[in-house]
């Protein structure tokens, strides 16, 4: 599922970060071999020490062992209660089938069901439920994933069933078309329930990391100026064609329990979330407690643009610009992400980039 890139540590001995250089991601800090062979303390990145590891911190290194076993079990409850349930009910037919044909429909269908989640996560992690790229667009492609999903279920679970026939030396027949009508309305419900648990997974993973805030105020390059007396009059404004202020070229964020330095000019993508604002920084999230509006203020308006109410990117991203039907365009940028434009901004966008 969610995936966080490793970085490498730094050096004992060493304090601080390289000019320019970002800081993202929840692996920071890993226990590092001292020369004389014993364990002491964990440095990290910035020459912060640590006694102990943070409950995501522990959870990492097993998550995929984890996730893979919650779903290995959760089919397999699902399968022996599925087929108990189907071994009952067929006690009571008036032609009932034999214990072996029922037990392979059961377990044929949640081995494939298992072998597509993978594919669903994957499916979820391009349409996210969570960070939706336009709600039309996810809707849709889910709808039409669902009937994919559908036949691939399907597909897959007579073929295993006649083949499991063919070696007892019977024959399995899956219906006409009105089966599949049937085995549709099944199969969204499951389709449903695994994308929902897979969304709300990586979403809880999300707020497992911890919110990210700005700590201090960028600061224009140099020293502050001292504050005003209440008895000196008002400095006089400034002439027009001034050189502005130098704006910030890094964020001191906290996440984890621990402090990151963020570049600006990492910075991905950027979109509001309520009364937060998401950066996307080579390949990780982080949500800051600001407005949209307010964050792109402390960014290079020459670099940062706006692209829709709810979105802004980092030029130096964008890899193709993709016309829609009514004026509004996708953006696709490097790292595989997709971000709305719509028609109010693509003209300012078209001409920034021009």
């Not at 700005?214 to 001292?226: F, N, R, T």
């Not at 490097?334 to 980039?353: F, I, K, M, W």
Request: with cysteine.
């Amino acid at each position: 599922m969610l995936r966080g890139a490793s970085h490498p540590g730094a050096f004992p001995g060493r304090t601080g970060l390289p000019v320019g250089r970002a800081v993202a991601g929840w692996d920071e800090l890993r226990p590092r071999p001292r020369a004389d062979g014993g364990g002491g303390p964990r440095i990290g990145r910035m020459g912060a020490t640590t006694g102990h590891r943070n409950f995501y911190e522990r959870y990492a290194p097993v998550r995929r062992t984890v996730e893979v076993g919650f779903w290995v079990v959760l089919m397999a409850l699902q399968a022996a209660f599925n087929t108990a349930v189907a071994l009952v009910d067929a006690r009571a037919a008036a032609h009932p089938p034999v214990t072996w044909q029922v037990v392979s429909w059961e377990l044929s269908s949640h081995v494939v069901l298992l072998a597509l989640v993978p594919v669903l996560a994957a499916f979820e992690r391009r349409f996210p439920l969570y960070r939706p790229v336009g709600w039309w667009r996810t809707a849709g492609a889910h709808l039409a994933g669902s009937l994919v999903f559908c036949a691939l279920h399907v597909g897959g679970m007579v073929m295993l069933r006649k083949a499991v026939a063919w070696a007892a030396g019977g024959a399995y027949d899956f219906g006409g078309s009105s089966a599949w009508g049937y085995e549709y309305l099944k199969d969204v419900r499951s389709y449903v329930s695994i994308v929902a648990g897979i969304a709300i997974y990586r979403l809880w993973l999300l707020r497992l990391q911890g919110e990210a805030r700005v700590l201090d105020a960028p600061e224009p390059a140099g020293e502050a100026a001292p504050a005003p007396s209440p008895q000196a009059p008002p400095e006089p404004a400034a002439p027009e064609g001034s050189v502005p202020p130098a704006r910030p070229e890094r964020f001191l964020v906290r996440k984890l329990r621990r402090e990151f330095l963020i570049a600006a000019a990492d910075i991905d993508w950027l979109q509001a979330q309520g009364n937060y604002v998401g950066l996307r920084v080579n390949g990780h999230d982080y949500l800051l407690r600001a407005t949209l509006t307010d964050f792109l203020g402390q960014l290079d308006p020459a670099r940062f643009v706006r692209v829709h109410r709810s979105h802004a990117v980092n030029l130096d991203r964008i890899r193709e610009i993709e016309p829609t039907d009514g004026g509004d365009a996708r953006l696709h940028l490097h790292d595989g992400s997709v971000v709305p434009c719509s028609r109010r901004y693509r003209e300012a966008l078209t001409g920034t980039a021009g």
